[in-house]
């Protein structure tokens, strides 16, 4: 049988590798054309967020960041924008004096004592290379940036922190104990999976009110601590464990406690990777809720920060741009990294 | 057990030293087959007081009217909130309603549950078709197409809204073409549709993933015997993978709904705020406006709201875990 199998794979095989198929070159061009929609967009707005304040709304824009040159010349108050003319078939560089119709008035920067006119059709503006590094210093210094960068890595740790010890604790109990009413409590957190923060939005915000944590960044972290994707993905994990160690640990005396954070907690560390990867990438990116629970600019997360930026500075998007780049490299990081856990996770429970 | 080595074994050890001696005094107080309950108690407690307190409150709020916060400084309205929602002389046409911003936000969250359904879905698929060929550099387009999924939904609206900006490159290509400039994201049609485009652009890779794992289960001598009867890759297609494939499809098409009726956060920061005018304003974002934006306050409406589009959702939900079931056996 296995052998009749791989006589006909490669009976196929020599027949496919023969000649390619139009559903190939269909194929081909489907996945070229999907890499290229989704890598356009992020590297223009990252190619644009190089460039510099005059230059980032150019229309037609250039693909790489560029700035005019200008010179000083003496006689002059201010700098003078340089421009290539031809003149008599000599190529030379002259800054710009003043512009009037079409013609412009130029001299040259080494002999400022004699403008000439030319025709502004016969000129071009120098420009160089140059990379707008204060589109991301300035937010840094002058902006909040900081802030909200440290507010949303203090929540995406401790929420994280506090979302793999609890629903570890939780998965440990429903998967290694029988107890009165175990079957029920587990389809009882599972059933939450069924109530998204959409629908409950408006009352958690009430109860957030009535514990006190309005405008607080425990009020964004705690709310979503437990959760049933985790509860599930631990504890499908667990159930692997065989019970015979922890059997032999409490023929030896161990806790309870001690069983599950020495034995069953090491054990469990590939589901555990999966799940901290998934609570980074939710914290990380969250938007809706703490827009809801936060209101000072001293508490607010990246996004919320970014999201407020840009309704205030609709126009700067220099900076704008350059921030959104910033947020968008640890999550591109970890996605260089740690893709292949992620597609797993997904593959394994269908949740993200 | 092994001796403490690494980093993240003394942070273990750390912990263990400081909880053991008062989890274990517990453990000897109530003995230890009710520790199960203990470690369950933080979650249930959060679940309890975050997510079943919520529904509570949702569903009480949803029959009080004013602005006030507490419930006891709250009128009791009956179904005021639910009739003042619900009253209309043609729900087709959201301006004979008491609350047409209400219907506007509906029919947009329906006209765009459809489309973005159907486009994500075909995307989906085809890409999922695509990727299990044996083709190369498979692993990288897989992580092309996923790489989107991972962005914050912030970062998305802004990186599109400056790729469609009257100085963006979409425009700049236009212009190449001949085309004059056109300014998308106010335009009612144009911003629309390129709301759907990103979220496709968005989530395609999720469902993808998803659709390529139920691909992949699917037994190769089925497709080996196909390949004696010398079948056309059409036939294969329609009269294999598709049928095979069927129950998955319809897991994805639920969750994909159950998703696009919540579709607020991306579309928000894309049309600055559901513009222009109400073109955008969907459901989600009729609810925080109604509870949180300016001084509206009005948490009762809100909160009927809220408890209708949860009924629609909840009905999507248990369609889903029926269709889940029937995938797994």
Known sequence: ?352 | MARATGLPDRALDLVMALFEAPINAVERLIGKRRMPYLFLAPNLVLFGIFTFLPIAIAIGYAFTGGADLLISDRPFVGLDNFRKLLTCDSYLVPGSCEESLFWTAIWNTLWFVGFNVAATLLVALVTALILNRAIAARGFFRAMFFYPVLLSPVVIGLIWKWFLDRNGLLNAFLQMLGVPPEIFLLDVGWSRFFVVVVSVWFHMGFYTLILLAGLQAIPKDLYEAAAIDAATPSRTLFRITLPLLGPNLLVVLILLMIRSVQIFDEAWVLTNGGGPGTANTFIVQYIYQMAFAGDLRLYGLASAASVLMGLVLLVLTLVQLRLGKKVES
């Open chain 1, 1 to 352: 049988m296995s052998a009749n199998v791989s006589a006909i794979g490669f009976f196929t095989r020599t027949r496919r590798a023969g000649r390619i198929d139009i559903t190939d070159i269909l194929s081909w061009l489907w996945l070229i054309g999907g890499t290229l929609a989704v890598l356009v967009p992020v590297l223009w707005a990252g190619m644009s967020s190089l460039k510099p304040e005059a230059e980032i709304t150019r229309f037609p824009p250039t693909l790489l960041p560029r700035t005019a040159v200008q010179v000083e010349v003496s006689g002059f108050d201010k700098p003078l924008s340089l421009w290539t003319v031809t003149v008599d078939g000599e190529t030379r560089e002259v800054a710009m004096v003043r512009r009037i119709g079409l013609k412009a008035q130029m001299v040259d920067p080494a002999n400022p004592g004699k403008p000439v006119s030319v025709d502004t059709r016969s000129i071009s503006p120098v420009q160089r290379l140059t990379v707008a590094t204060e589109n991301y210093t300035d937010p840094l210094t002058r902006f909040s940036f900081l802030t909200f960068l440290k507010n949303s890595v203090f929540v995406t740790f401790v929420a994280t922190l506090l979302t793999l010890i609890v629903n570890a604790l939780a998965a440990f109990a429903l998967s290694k104990y029988r107890f009165r009413g175990d079957k029920a409590i587990f389809v009882l957190i599972i059933s939450t999976l069924m109530i998204p923060l959409t629908v409950v939005m408006v009352p958690a915000y009430l109860v957030i009110v009535g514990v006190g944590l309005v405008d607080n960044l425990w009020g964004v972290i705690i709310p979503t601590v437990a959760s049933p994707t985790g509860v599930f993905l631990l504890r499908q994990y667990m159930l692997t464990i065989p019970d015979e160690l922890i059997e032999a640990a409490r023929v030896d005396a161990a806790s309870e406690f001690r069983i599950f954070w020495r034995i069953v907690l090491p054990l469990t560390a590939p589901a555990l990777a999966v799940l901290a990867i998934f609570s980074v990438l939710w914290r990380w990116n969250d938007f809706l809720w703490p827009l809801i629970v936060l209101s000072s600019r001293e508490n607010f997360t990246l996004q919320i920060g970014l999201n407020a930026f840009q309704g205030e500075f609709s126009v700067q998007w220099h900076y704008i741009l350059a921030m959104t780049f910033l947020s968008l490299i640890p999550v591109t990081l970890v996605f260089l990294f740690l893709q292949r856990y992620i597609t797993t996770g997904i593959a394994g429970t269908g949740m993200k």
